[in-house]
């Protein structure tokens, strides 16, 4: 699995671990210090052996570049934070279908229903369910049968 932090912190760690062997201190010793296994460690040294200091630089991330960009996630989120009604919908509840339409139409670039919940996650936002009430609800009878009612029905502790 690979390990969080950007390209260049990561790049950092292994040139850290560099000056460590460098100083002959041993692949376990190192792998302690820099948190990353010992394998990993192995793998670098002998990077830094054939290639030298350019054998521990970041490479590119292997994958497809996402079709939303970070400027295209901003509006997004600028977007949904306006509201379901203010994008055309009968209430004001996001769903996945929903965002999965805005993104669509907005963008013009069309996900799977499931990876959009992906990508709101790693944007940060969560799903959240709407708390069902009915819609005759009275707080303030509510509020009066909990300070009045509730204590005389409610059993006390024998003592």
């Given amino acids: 699995m690979r390990i969080k932090g950007t390209p260049a912190e990561l790049e950092a760690r292994r040139r ?15 792998a302690r210090l820099v948190g990353a296994s010992s394998s990993s460690v192995s793998r670098w040294k002998t990077a830094l052996r054939k290639r030298g200091p350019e054998g521990l630089k970041s490479r590119p991330h292997p994958g497809r570049r996402p079709r939303l960009s ?26 996945c279908r929903r965002v999965t339409d805005l993104i669509g139409k907005t963008f013009n670039v069309w996900y799977d229903l499931n990876h959009v919940g992906r990508i709101l996650h790693s944007m940060g936002l969560s799903v959240q369910k709407p708390e069902a009430r009915a819609r005759e609800r009275d707080e303030a009878a509510i509020e009066r049968w909990r300070k009045q009612a509730w204590p005389r029905i409610k059993k006390t502790r024998a003592g």
């Fill in 16 to 30: 850290r671990a560099a000056v460590l062997l460098g100083q002959g201190k041993g692949v376990n010793e190192v």
């Fill in 70 to 95: 970070k400027a295209d996630k901003r509006r997004l989120v600028s977007l949904l934070k306006r509201g379901a009604l203010a994008a055309g919908y009968p209430n004001d509840l996001w769903t």
